[in-house]
């Protein structure tokens, strides 16, 4: 069966019944329908074991990190551990592009799935809207009379969908660009947000221009924060769905991880540990991008530790990162299955540097043979790593109960970050360009030399660091492969996301709006007899 047909088989139980296993009463629920609500609960002490989920270099073919997360909570709940999934909500971007949706597959999803992949209650929606009516306020601003002085504009538009042509349009008095709702400051603060009250603060503190003196230009200073949290209230309330196996699952905010910080929600992460033994999370792509950004943007700014990180591996990438073309990818190839562990060492060495216990997780796949598998686990016992097969795809919570009692059994943190705050800013991007990604140097163009100098005369460099790159290299470059060496990093622009709390880096050709492939998931995308078919 495909996905959807394995998601709509499921029984689900009433959404309340799922509230009520993880003491949520029913008056602390907004229902949308059976299967899913807003959760209106506060937030008590939150000593739940917080659980990372991320994975090495990822490939076009996809390594099913959301499905290892979604088995391993399913698994953690089957041996008698209370637990909740806490994961990211899909950007339809990629859900009508290549990448398709982000609730898991086989036996191992989040349901109702098409509802989740597409609209869902609403959330992405009223980001975007929050994020435009900014943009409005601040071009209406400047067409009557401009008091604050605005004379560049630092704040972008947004839209939750692949438009290349939206990467640079003309207003008539400037030209400006959109950026995918998943890659707005707005999605960005709004994940890192721990209340209402804190949210607003952080839409206050977003810059949106500068003056003529050089000097940056508040949001706050337009008196438009009480309309944005209108728009936000109830997206601000975290979502509660199901599992194929009926595990709580928590799923709020979307944030990029190859542009943005790529976790979900602060509010959903600390609501899950304050009612579950065990929390399961993910980062978005691979350890380099999603887990480095956990740790030093989401954990930093939400006084988070994670117990344990799960590195997720595939036969498929470490051939991949081996050397292996995509068509030959199926075809056995020891030689490249080997050298691909190379890509595996970088991340798990990178995750070592930030003190946390590290289990490695092979994904299975059908198409796996024997032979490779044997060969990945004569490679982890070589190297003493603590490792697991999943097969969670195929077998739901039964295939990662081994993954579920290694988890229990391996919780040694002594979690630290890679870097100080107080350190400067080139610093701090040298430390992670250097020692997470193996650059040999890092070199600034000139639009970024101007951006870090505007920075430090407004005395706002006292913040962690978002590096946007390509995710499917430690480089810049995505066809640099593997574990690339002496190669130069250069730094294209850097933005500020005061609100959101951190500086945006951006390396080599990175876009904040992607655009659609030669052959879209659109195109076969249908409804058959009322009901959504090939959404994966």
Known sequence: MTDIEISRSSKKIKIKEVAEGINIGFDELVLYGDYKAKIKKEISNADGKLILVTAISPTPMGEGKTTVSIGLGDALNKIGKKTIITLREPSMGPVFGIKGGATGGG????????????????????????????????????????????????????????????????????????????????????????????????????????????????????????????????????????????????????????????????????????????VVTEAGFGADLGAEKFFDIKCRLGNLEPDCVVLVATIKALKYHGGVKKEDIFKENEYSLNKGFANLDKHYNNLKKFGVNVIVCLNKFDSDLDSEIKIFEDYCKNKNYTYSISNAYELGSNGAIDLANKVISNQKSNFKFLYELDESLEN??????????????????????????????????NLPICVAKTQYSFSDDKNKVGVPEDFIVTVKDINLYSGAGFITVLLGDIMTMPGLSRNPNYEVIDVIDGEIVNLS
């Open 428 to 461: 701090k991007i040298r430390k992670v360009c250097c020692e997470i990604y193996g650059a040999k140097s890092v070199e600034f163009n000139e639009i970024s030399k101007e951006k870090i100098h505007l920075l430090e005369e407004n005395n706002i460099t």
């Open 107 to 278: 036996y191992s999803q989040v349901v109702p799935m098409e509802d989740i992949n597409l609209h869902f209650t609403g959330d992405f929606h009223a980001i975007t809207s929050a994020n435009n009516l900014i943009s409005a306020a601040i071009d209406n601003h400047i067409y009557f009379d401009n008091k604050l002085d605005i004379q560049k504009v630092l704040f972008n538009r947004c839209l939750d969908m692949n438009d290349r042509a939206l990467r640079l349009v003309n207003l008539g008095n400037r030209v400006d660009k959109f950026s995918i709702s998943s890659a707005s400051e707005v999605m960005a603060l709004f994940c890192l947000a721990t209340s209402l009250q804190n949210l607003r603060e952080r839409l206050g503190n977003i810059v949106i221009g500068v003056n003529s003196k050089n000097e940056f230009i508040y949001l706050r200073q337009l008196n438009i924060e009480g309309s944005l949290l209108a728009l936000l209230k109830d997206a601000f309330m975290p979502n509660l769905v199901q599992t194929l196996e009926n595990t709580p699952t928590i799923i709020h905010g979307g944030p990029f991880a190859n542009i943005a910080h790529g976790c979900n929600s602060i509010i959903a992460t600390k609501l899950a540990l304050s009612n579950a033994n065990y």
